[in-house]
């Protein structure tokens, strides 16, 4: 099914760990975007692409890094996992163009311990 | 800089109670788009609507509508006749149409709760 995929859907993480959570979208959109969102609050948007080998920072980037090598992946990499970055964590894409949309994955679930 | 205020953190109703949930924008922009997205229990993203800047024309699906006012930077939406399955947290987003401007700015949402 066409859309944005996100894997895993949860994860536990120990303190210092590291891992790479997956997006890809398969609707050849130009943007792409990581979100966490935090209990019982907005989602604030953490690392954005506007397409391939083009990030930039978004509000809360610290503890991330990602890449963009190809315009259909967009993996989100945590270093050393802390507590605070337990969140629930968003990809979505958009296509370029006049039009404006957004499709969104169905969220990844971190936890860190 | 933009922004997006959901005044209401959380409402509760009973069944077939109308409710409005409010949302006030800023934005410099002249073209620019907002978005209603429903947060379900279960935690996925689902779309309810898109407007842009330049059609104010209010919107009516089933038991929602939605009151664009750019007077007020106001986007309001009413659930008319609420069932326990609009139980849930609604969030109201913007977005410019410019390159690196292109991301969804998000409110804190509100939490909704229909009693029956």
């Known amino acids: 099914n066409a859309g944005v995929t996100q894997t895993p859907k949860f994860r536990i993480l120990k303190i210092g760990q590291s891992m790479t959570l997956q997006c890809a979208q398969d609707m050849n959109h130009n943007y792409m975007y990581w979100y966490r969102q935090d209990p019982g609050m907005g989602l604030k948007l953490i690392y954005y692409s506007v397409g391939a080998g083009i990030t930039d920072k978004g509000e809360v980037p610290n503890g991330y890094n990602v890449s963009r090598s190809t315009t259909e992946d967009f993996p989100l990499r945590l270093e050393l996992a802390a507590p605070s970055q337990t969140s629930v964590y968003f990809c979505?894409?958009?296509?370029?163009?006049?039009?404006?949309?957004?499709?969104f994955g169905s969220g990844t679930r971190l936890t860190v311990v | 800089a933009q922004k997006v205020t959901q005044a209401q953190t959380e409402i509760s109703v009973v069944e077939k109670e109308d409710v409005t949930l409010d949302c006030v924008y800023e934005?410099?922009?002249?073209?620019?788009?907002l978005f209603w997205y429903k947060q379900p229990p279960s935690g996925e993203l689902v779309f309810l609507i898109r407007r842009n800047s330049f059609d104010e024309q209010n919107e009516i699906s089933g038991r929602y509508s939605w009151n664009f006012q750019k007077s007020t930077s106001s986007f309001n939406f009413t659930i008319t006749a609420s069932q326990v399955v609009d139980s849930a947290v609604y969030f109201c987003a913007l977005s410019m149409n410019a390159g690196n401007n292109r991301k969804l700015i998000w409110g804190l949402g509100t939490s909704l709760a229909v009693n029956p």
């Open positions: 979505a894409s958009s296509q370029s163009g006049r039009e404006v949309y957004y499709t």
């Open positions: 934005t410099r922009d002249t073209t620019y788009y």
